[in-house]
């Protein structure tokens, strides 16, 4: 199922126009400027998303024209180039919500349609069946996937070690699940964000940008809904792989809505960004993040996926203690119990 020399090309090719990317924009000033919110004091190169994209493209091509791939999966995942380019306008226009919300559900709208049927969603012993429905709630989690990869993508390495982290996992899945097109486009994802993490892990060199977190944010969802569709995965493995960016995106954005905040408002209080200045680093809360994936939510994810009668009730226990640790730290606030103790 794997082309090793294509997941090395693309690996590698990432890698080199990170480092192209590092040199030009420092050379033309295209840096991301700290400000009040920002967790880095410097100006920093950014919309290095460009380097994961076009060895992206080209691996999807190939897989393609080598019959690896059908030509409705590959234009499930084409669609990643239209929202990565809006991603590169938002990076240097400053695209408001109103523009980017209506390309993101026709996005998902684009995904669903090549993907076909969804299956029924198993809650328990009870099945949610009504297939208008559960596509309705494709798109919606799409959409808020899309949004919560942009939302989470503010320390050092922290977006890309989660991306590598799921799309391995869902690439594990898809080969055990005998699933061709989930594992080699997860696995070609996997190679081109560890591509870029040589030169985004703390300290960073370069950032994605929004072009490389919606592009990852596409990937993933299209992944998702693909494997749903060929029945490799299910909602709850996802769910679960997705955890710690779902939980904190999430926590975050209904305190914020419930204590009268300005929710559309750029600010710092998710819980990875209180946690970076509760520790002064961002590669500890990365480690940490990774941590809690590996030795926690990966292995009640393949539960889930083996089981997915249960799948429902391991969500609930795998995702509690993550909701708690958002809670402990304030996420949506300015990190109370740290003012407190200052």
């Given at each position: 199922?794997?082309?090793?020399?294509?997941?090395?090309?693309?690996?590698?090719?990432?890698?080199?126009?990170?480092?192209?990317?590092?040199?030009?924009?420092?050379?033309?000033?295209?840096?991301?400027?700290?400000?009040?919110?920002?967790?880095?004091?410097?100006?920093?190169?950014?919309?290095?998303?460009?380097?994961?994209?076009?060895?992206?493209?080209?691996?999807?091509?190939?897989?393609?024209?080598?019959?690896?791939?059908?030509?409705?999966?590959?234009?499930?995942?084409?669609?990643?180039?239209?929202?990565?380019?809006?991603?590169?306008?938002?990076?240097?226009?400053?695209?408001?919500?109103?523009?980017?919300?209506?390309?993101?559900?026709?996005?998902?709208?684009?995904?669903?349609?090549?993907?076909?049927?969804?299956?029924?969603?198993?809650?328990?012993?009870?099945?949610?069946?009504?297939?208008?429905?559960?596509?309705?709630?494709?798109?919606?989690?799409?959409?808020?996937?899309?949004?919560?990869?942009?939302?989470?993508?503010?320390?050092?390495?922290?977006?890309?070690?989660?991306?590598?982290?799921?799309?391995?996992?869902?690439?594990?899945?898809?080969?055990?699940?005998?699933?061709?097109?989930?594992?080699?486009m997860a696995s070609v994802?996997?190679?081109?964000?560890?591509?870029?993490?040589?030169?985004?892990?703390?300290?960073?060199?370069?950032?994605?940008?929004?072009?490389?977190?919606?592009?990852?944010?596409?990937?993933?969802?299209?992944?998702?809904?693909?494997?749903?569709?060929?029945?490799?995965?299910?909602?709850?493995?996802?769910?679960?792989?997705?955890?710690?960016?779902?939980?904190?995106?999430?926590?975050?954005?209904?305190?914020?809505?419930?204590?009268?905040?300005?929710?559309?408002?750029?600010h710092s209080s998710h819980?990875?960004?209180?946690?970076?200045?509760?520790?002064?680093?961002?590669?500890?809360?990365?480690?940490?993040?990774?941590?809690?994936?590996?030795?926690?939510?990966?292995?009640?994810?393949?539960?889930?996926?083996?089981?997915?009668?249960?799948?429902?009730?391991?969500?609930?226990?795998?995702?509690?203690?993550?909701?708690?640790?958002a809670r402990w730290l304030?996420?949506?606030?300015?990190?109370?119990?740290?003012?407190?103790?200052?």
């Open positions: 199922m794997l082309n090793w020399g294509m997941l090395i090309a693309v690996l590698t090719g990432t890698a080199v126009l990170a480092w192209v990317l590092i040199g030009f924009n420092t050379g033309h000033r295209w840096l991301d400027h700290p400000n009040s919110r920002s967790a880095h004091k410097h100006p920093m190169p950014s919309a290095g998303g460009i380097a994961m994209l076009i060895p992206l493209l080209g691996a999807l091509l190939y897989c393609w024209l080598a019959d690896l791939l059908t030509a409705q999966e590959a234009l499930v995942f084409a669609g990643c180039l239209c929202v990565a380019l809006v991603g590169l306008l938002d990076d240097l226009l400053t695209l408001s919500i109103r523009w980017r919300l209506p390309i993101q559900f026709a996005a998902a709208t684009w995904v669903i349609y090549w993907v076909g049927s969804l299956p029924a969603v198993q809650l328990g012993v009870w099945s949610l069946e009504f297939p208008t429905l559960v596509h309705i709630l494709g798109a919606l989690a799409f959409v808020w996937l899309l949004n919560l990869f942009n939302f989470m993508d503010g320390i050092d390495g922290l977006a890309a070690s989660e991306a590598g982290f799921v799309t391995l996992l869902s690439c594990l899945f898809a080969i055990k699940a005998a699933d061709p097109a989930v594992g080699i994802t996997c190679a081109a964000t560890l591509g870029f993490l040589v030169w985004n892990w703390a300290p960073a060199k370069i950032f994605m940008g929004d072009v490389g977190s919606s592009l990852l944010g596409y990937l993933l969802g299209a992944l998702a809904l693909v494997s749903l569709s060929h029945g490799s995965m299910n909602p709850w493995s996802w769910l679960l792989l997705l955890g710690v960016f779902v939980v904190d995106a999430t926590y975050t954005l209904v305190y914020r809505l419930c204590s009268g905040q300005r929710w559309y408002e750029a819980g990875y960004q209180i946690a970076a200045r509760l520790l002064s680093s961002h590669q500890r809360v990365t480690l940490v993040v990774l941590v809690i994936n590996l030795a926690w939510l990966a292995p009640l994810a393949w539960l889930a996926n083996h089981s997915p009668e249960v799948g429902v009730y391991l969500t609930v226990l795998g995702l509690l203690p993550v909701v708690c640790l304030g996420a949506g606030t300015a990190g109370r119990h740290l003012a407190e103790a200052g």
